[in-house]
């Protein structure tokens, strides 16, 4: 927890005797004998530093990554805290209606996917960008062929260029289908989807070393996927 | 594959060749041999029977639920399928600009969200109410105590009241969290999660029953969920 | 101002000096001299009757028109009216991170929204639905003819039919172009744009009466309109 | 028209001998004789040129503001009138469902709203950046002080850093109010509002020059306004 959310649960705490276990109950060990100490209400996201050497990168460089991901994703992780701060507030308050709290549930959706596409994505850097026989054959099993998958996820991407979102190659686990998807925003997705392979359309992603030119950054991507990691995510 | 979105796929495939295949091959045997003829392109959706008696639902009419299960659930799984269609077209067609290919890939996401979401909805009901101890233990594990869930769940129900968008309660895959979301629409959802208990709130769910009393469907909603379902859903 | 509001509005004065002053001033006379309780921080809406009697229209209920009046544009009101107390308290209290208060902006806009266009709605029915010659030309200028307005107009609302959004034939004071917008909810709307007529297409508008007939709807709505408001919108 | 989108108009205008009238007509003299060519349908946008040295700007580099016009705004304008040329065509094919129709219309929108937003956007730039005393009197009248007027503004674009939307000043004609307001995207606005202060918060209006220090783009857009069109955009 950094010290901005620690103080925003803590004046959380002062305000309801309630709320004082919250704040003190790690995230990690929920006491169901307490009343709106748990996980839904009490966790506090801690950010995960990136996995890769800034320097690694090719195409993208040290000073955009570092901001990346301290203004993008950090920036998300402490605004998710403080939101659940004031969600547990608002919870204890009897007179908060309805429409105000889903006012806070909306930002808390926003910012939870920011903080989970962010680290998916940051996840599924730092690598050479060559995907291993098997997961080319998954994705062409799906798409027809490996291209048609590539040519449609870079197209998604160009479409988002010059505004804000997220492409995603996602195994729907309820239609068991393998497919892209276009994020509007961070709190886009479609419905029970598992991330397999994240990219962040989002201007901050590119614009400091490309300016508008999107397609050079989608490049760029494409040659530091940790494929590895990506293999993973699928289901078996 | 209904009559309208067979004619629409049949005209798309009459437009190429290589949508020829996509249109006859049955999803559950894409054949990675062809071209663009498998799952993320080739697949249609064919939508499930009601998993209950229309007439067993205790304060949701059998009129609204057929209804409901006719008009916005088969119908979503139509509009999907032609959307689906012409996403085909515009991949097949080298004059799509990306923008207008996202338009289309904006509309899967929202009609893909609908059919998942009315599935797991219907599938959810049909119970008697009573949520089994050991999914209560579960729950209050994580909300601190069961009536804490269950108020914040009524909660954004009621914040949903008059507009439209769904409740649903969900393991997030990747926090490891178990929590209500608040869904705007059908495209609204967090990143990586798995819906374990899902209320639609789009006034078709209850108008027809309760008019603008949104309360009193969430009551009727709660006496049929369906909890067997549900705790099926629950990663172990 | 309402019970509710006012003691909402109260509760917010008593945690600031400042605030006590806007909640007492009249949003009719804004005093410069103070601080904080002009017009933008401290309007408080009130609802307007129904310009008709809601015996009166063909094919939309008294019942149906009166909940819809009640539940849904009232409860608009009352709901901005919270809203824009609660952002007094937030622009008051420094500790308010920026995405904290553009939550709160978010809320306004949507309360904002469905207000608007609420009392424009209602404005434009209570007629016998027949558009006058010279309207009729004017529509016809922009459309090619009058009967591609009519189409365009129903189809956006069909498309909208199970679902959630508004249909305006606005005059786009920029481009200078009277045409129909299709909006997905109270916030969307193309930018400085004149609604010229405006059709309500959330379920509350019809599900009691037709379920999930939107086309009846439409119908009903095309015979009730006041076309004479709808000429007073135009620019001459 | 741009070559591109002459180049699709008239791929529409092969397709139906109704749209062959439409892409010819000039959008100045729409044609009433004629069936769906007159503005609502055949109108065509060209992008204006920037009414500003692009030298002249304090602390907004020529390359970048050269960019945003370019590659944001005329980038727009092309995808408008690509959008409304396949608007005719969807329009004239009678197996267009509405549920796909309305898609278009939603693009539509957003692309409307780009380009409206961005030119009032760069005619409220070059400018010396001090607001005459009478606007001050009319902002601090609505607001209270000026200072509030500005503190809000600037905290909503703060709020808007990393992701991207808009702030607007902008006067609700309905509810006769002069306030700000935050939009989420192209699309979103409060309904029937003349905008009077256009701010970009999308990451291309900054990110090239700033990196992710939003604020410090603030200050440069507040040191640049060109308050003499802001003050003509204000009613009497």
Redesign the interface.
Known sequence: MTPLTRR?VI?AAAMSPVLATAAAAPATS?D?Q????????G?Q?TPVPLPFDTKSLRGISE?LIQ?HWE??YV??SK?LN??RA?LMQA?ADS?T?????????????IR??S???H??YFANLGGNGNAPADLR?RI??????YD??E??FR??G???????GWVVLGF????K???????????????????VLVMDM???AY??DY??AAAKYIDAFFANIQWDTVAKRLPA
């Not at 160009?158 to 804000?164: D, H, N, P, V």
């Not at 729907?172 to 239609?175: A, D, G, K, T």
């Not at 289908?177 to 991330?195: G, K, M, S, V």
């Open positions: 925003t004046q929920p169901s307490s009343t709106m100490n748990a996980g839904a209400f966790f996201h000073k901001s203004n993008n920036g998300a605004a403080t939101i004031r919870a007179n209606p309805p429409y105000v709290y889903t006012g806070f549930k909306r930002e808390q959706s939870t996917g903080v989970v596409l680290e998916l054959k062409s099993d799906s798409f027809g062929t048609n998958w040519s449609e197209k998604i160009q479409g988002l260029g010059g505004g804000s729907n686990e309820h239609l289908l393998l497919e892209n998807y276009w994020l509007a925003d961070h709190a886009t997705n479609p419905a029970f989807t598992r991330p989002y201007e901050h614009q400091m300016g508008a």
